[in-house]
């Protein structure tokens, strides 16, 4: 079945560590997203990558990093610099053209100690 | 103002009622419309997809789009304990250019349908 693979579901880290999460995608979809959900916020766009080896920041990117090496992967790593890590990281995929619905996995739970 | 705003409830309806769920957008440029459906502690599915103006029905849900009043509803007939999540409006520009085709999200409304 195609879809959308994040892991881990839920990851605890403590403050001032590095942590990586991962998104696969096997539907062929030449764009990737990454999103952060908090309580009353909605949605909020971290990065997002059109091509391989190539990634642009949204509206909240400080604090995160990426990287699109294959056409499949699209991991996110938050860092210590994020000052509030602890949310809901949503990965998506979706073919760059217009009116291209978004496919989203099924998240990862982020906890900071 | 937001370009894409959305009651966020709670909104609690007893079972058989009828739903209706709406957004409002600022940007004219938006063609494309959609609505997710998250459960708790997952991530949005599609429900439904419309294309400009008009109406869209798919069993249970009907999609209405009126871009005259820059204002998008989801309707769910016969409303069921098992549409209790939330419900997020979702919209995008038709042109070209760096960024363009990214979606922008209302914040989601969470209803509750109570047996």
């Known amino acids: 079945d195609g879809g959308i693979t994040q892991s881990p579901k839920y990851l605890f880290r403590k403050e001032g560590q590095n942590v990586t999460l991962s998104c696969e995608q096997n539907?062929?979809?030449?764009?990737m997203y990454w999103y952060r959900q908090d309580p009353g916020q909605g949605l909020r766009l971290i990065y997002y990558s059109q091509i391989v080896n190539d990634f642009q920041k949204g509206d909240i990117a400080e604090g995160y990093s990426v990287s699109r090496e294959k056409k499949e992967s699209f991991p996110l790593t938050v860092t210590s610099a994020q000052k509030n890590p602890t949310a809901f990281y949503l990965c998506?995929?979706?073919?760059?053209?217009?009116?291209?619905?978004?496919?989203f996995g099924e998240g990862s739970r982020l906890t900071v100690l | 103002q937001k370009e894409v705003e959305q009651d966020p409830g709670p909104l609690s309806v007893p079972e058989g009622a009828i739903v209706s769920l709406n957004c409002t957008y600022s940007?004219?440029?938006?063609?494309?419309f959609m609505w997710y459906r998250q459960y708790s502690r997952k991530g949005p599915e599609l429900l439904m997809y419309?294309?400009?103006?008009g109406n869209k029905e798919d069993g249970r849900f009907t999609a209405q789009v009126d871009k005259s009043s820059k204002y998008i509803s989801l309707f769910i007939r016969d409303s069921q304990p098992s549409d209790s999540a939330t419900y997020l409006c979702a919209m995008s520009p038709a042109y070209s250019g760096a960024g363009s085709y990214q979606l922008t999200f209302g914040k989601g409304t969470k209803l509750s349908v109570i047996p």
């Open positions: 419309t294309y400009s103006s």
């Open positions: 998506a995929s979706s073919f760059y053209r217009a009116g291209g619905e978004l496919f």
């Open positions: 539907l062929n979809h030449d764009a």
């Open positions: 940007n004219s440029a938006f063609q494309y």
